[in-house]
């Protein structure tokens, strides 16, 4: 983990509300896995004054290129996606745990919706390039919040839902899962990455068919290093509860307390 400037190199609009920003990483800092986030100082003033916490959607090795997908939601977002190609932003990353590497054997079935596309996809690539292959359910509202040329990076195995049904399956990415085939289906890990109701319905569905299940928890987080306990959320541990800035953000399913 390192506290460093980075420069943005690109800012660019891939859905309604979604921008994909493109920073420089330092390379005296180890490459950001999927999963991991870093924190980001928005803005020059006092105000925002806490840095915000941003996943990975995708690092270039070769060019320490790093990408995050932000979702404009209130002022540090707001600044972020006025933020052109030249500007500085302060990061510190990368920080909190990896998603683990599926069991041999068993398909990763990855489910994100929101801004959990991001980490989702940038697991989804690495996966393929070490032999596996992913299959994908993303969700969404609405097909204008599903960022298209984010979503190609994901690999062919798609299954893309839409709550009002203008574009893949019209549900929620229950649906998504229920349309995957059966083989599929008997011998997968699941992984799962967006809004808390989503993951809570995701871990259930893999809880019922016995198959592990990743989740990458989301929660407000003050200094995202493990100093304050602002992020810590309720756990099946005698410690009863975990930080998910260090502990996390990404858990086994079955120790929430959803
Ligand atoms: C590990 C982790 C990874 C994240 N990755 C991404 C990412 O890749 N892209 C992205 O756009 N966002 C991501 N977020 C959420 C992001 O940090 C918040 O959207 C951001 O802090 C909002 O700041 P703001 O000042 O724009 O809005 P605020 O005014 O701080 O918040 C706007 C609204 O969003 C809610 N909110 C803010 N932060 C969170 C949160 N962490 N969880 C749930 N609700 C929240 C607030 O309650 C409020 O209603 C991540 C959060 C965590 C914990
Ligand atoms: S944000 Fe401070 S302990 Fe996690």
Redesign the pocket.
């Given at each position: 983990m390192r506290l460093f400037i980075a420069t943005v190199l690109d800012n660019v609009r891939v859905a309604d509300g979604y921008n994909e920003l493109a920073i420089t990483w330092s390379r005296e800092t180890e490459p950001p896995l999927p999963g991991q986030?870093a924190t980001l100082r928005?803005g020059r003033s006092t105000a925002?004054l806490l840095r915000?916490?941003?996943?990975f959607?995708s690092f270039d090795t070769f060019s320490s290129i790093a990408k995050?997908?932000?979702?404009?939601?209130?002022?540090?977002?707001?600044i972020l996606a006025r933020a052109r190609p030249g500007d500085s932003v302060d990061v510190l990353g990368p920080l909190?745990n990896s998603f683990p590497s599926p069991a041999p054997g068993c398909t990763p079935v990855l489910v994100a919706g929101g801004?959990g596309i991001?980490?989702i996809v940038y697991f989804a690539g690495r996966l393929a390039r070490l032999g596996r292959s992913p299959v994908c359910v993303f969700g969404a509202r609405s097909a204008g919040l599903l960022p298209a040329s984010v979503l190609a990076r994901a690999g062919p195995s798609l299954v893309i839902c839409t709550e009002d049904g203008t574009e893949g399956i019209a549900g929620n990415v229950v649906a998504g899962l229920e349309s995957l085939d059966a083989d599929v289906l008997g011998r997968c890990e699941v992984y799962v990455c967006g809004p808390s109701a989503m993951m809570a319905v995701v871990a259930k569905f893999a809880e019922r068919r016995g198959a592990r299940c990743w989740v990458?928890?989301?929660?407000?987080?003050a200094c995202g290093v493990g100093a304050c306990m602002g992020?810590a959320i309720r756990v099946k541990s005698p410690e009863e509860y975990a930080r998910?800035?260090t502990e996390g953000?990404v858990f086994d399913a079955c120790t929430i307390v959803w």
């Open positions: 986030f928005c925002p915000r916490p941003f996943a959607s995050m997908i932000v979702q404009e939601r209130g002022p540090a977002t707001a909190g801004v991001g980490p990458s928890m989301e929660q407000i987080m992020c998910v800035c953000p």
